[in-house]
């Protein structure tokens, strides 16, 4: 499907020179003289190479369509991760840098989507919140208003967020996987 260059978003998958990319952040420019650009910045989701490119409202761009599919996370092969197909049952090894940064936040038996294009798998995603428990926290400093202070805690996975000050070691809580940030307390 064919989309203007000022319609690309976050999270479009399209098709540039022959390969397919992921659009990661976009920049709507209007300089003073001249028209107006999206300045694009993607990555490819076969080789993982990165690039920005410009596009004008002239311009039009291939979305592509992905197909998507529920699996279940089972565990960690290093350096690969193991799948297993909820309705077939079969098993598939993904590199783990597929996921990024998200695959600390990865459980066994958790439910993730694979997007696949031409049957091949070319990306993972999480939940886009998942609960945690938090194994440290520091101290609250005297003085700090609730409001706009936050403190810093490690997960139990290692991962490192920012909460509120009423929270302390040992409360679950809910984390946005893909921003690592707080949501809310469980329960």
């Known amino acids: 499907m064919k989309i203007s260059g000022v319609d690309i978003r976050p999270g479009n998958i399209i098709e540039y020179e022959g390969g397919i990319w992921k659009v990661a952040k976009i920049q709507h420019?209007?300089?003073?003289?001249?028209g107006a650009y999206m300045q694009v910045e993607m990555k490819n989701l076969v080789d993982g190479r990165k690039t920005n490119v410009r596009y004008r409202s002239a311009d039009t761009v291939e979305k592509v369509h992905l197909d998507t599919k529920e699996?279940?996370?089972?565990?960690?092969?290093?350096?690969?991760?193991?799948?297993?197909?909820?309705?077939t049952y079969e098993q598939i090894l993904l590199p783990l840098d597929l996921l990024g940064e998200a695959a600390a936040f990865l459980d066994d038996g958790?439910?993730?989507?694979?997007?696949?294009?031409d049957e091949k798998?070319?990306?993972?995603?999480?939940?886009?919140?998942?609960?945690?428990?938090?194994?440290?926290?520091?101290?609250?400093?005297?003085?700090?208003?609730?409001?706009s202070s936050y403190k810093p805690a490690i997960l139990e996975n290692g991962v490192r967020v920012m909460v509120p000050p009423h929270i302390g070691s040992g409360t679950r809580i809910l984390v946005d996987v893909y921003e690592r940030t707080y949501v809310g307390k469980v329960g």
């Open 29 to 34: 420019t209007q300089p003073g003289k001249g």
């Open 71 to 87: 699996f279940q996370y089972l565990y960690a092969e290093e350096p690969n991760l193991v799948f297993m197909d909820k309705d």
């Open 121 to 147: 798998p070319i990306s993972v995603a999480l939940p886009d919140q998942v609960e945690a428990t938090i194994v440290e926290a520091d101290a609250v400093v005297k003085g700090q208003t609730a409001s």
């Open 110 to 117: 958790m439910d993730v989507t694979l997007e696949l294009y």
